[in-house]
């Protein structure tokens, strides 16, 4: 499965430095206890997006929470 989110160009500029690269380990980590065979892809562009190929309808669910608790715990896992 193969995991790519998008982050609007913006939002990107804005984040702190290291973010996109600690969100994707995070991610990664979250994300491999669920699903084994996982790839994670995040890039700067011009919209939110979210993609997961090789997944069913459920899995993306899964992911799309994951990717919302991820997010909303920066704190927890960011500034460590």
């Given at each position: 499965m193969h995991i790519e989110l998008n982050i609007a160009k913006?939002?990107?500029k804005a984040m702190p430095k290291?973010?996109?690269?600690?969100l994707h380990?995070?991610?990664?980590?979250?994300?491999d206890k669920?699903?084994?065979?996982?790839?994670?892809?995040?890039?700067a562009k011009g919209d939110d997006a979210l993609y997961?190929?090789?997944?069913?309808?459920?899995?993306?669910k899964d992911i799309e929470t994951i990717l919302q608790e991820?997010?909303?715990s920066a704190d927890d896992w960011f500034y460590q």
């Open positions: 913006e939002k990107a290291g973010a996109i690269p600690a380990d995070e991610l990664v980590r979250r994300l669920l699903y084994s065979d996982i790839t994670v892809e995040i890039k997961a190929r090789g997944a069913s309808a459920e899995e993306r991820t997010w909303e």
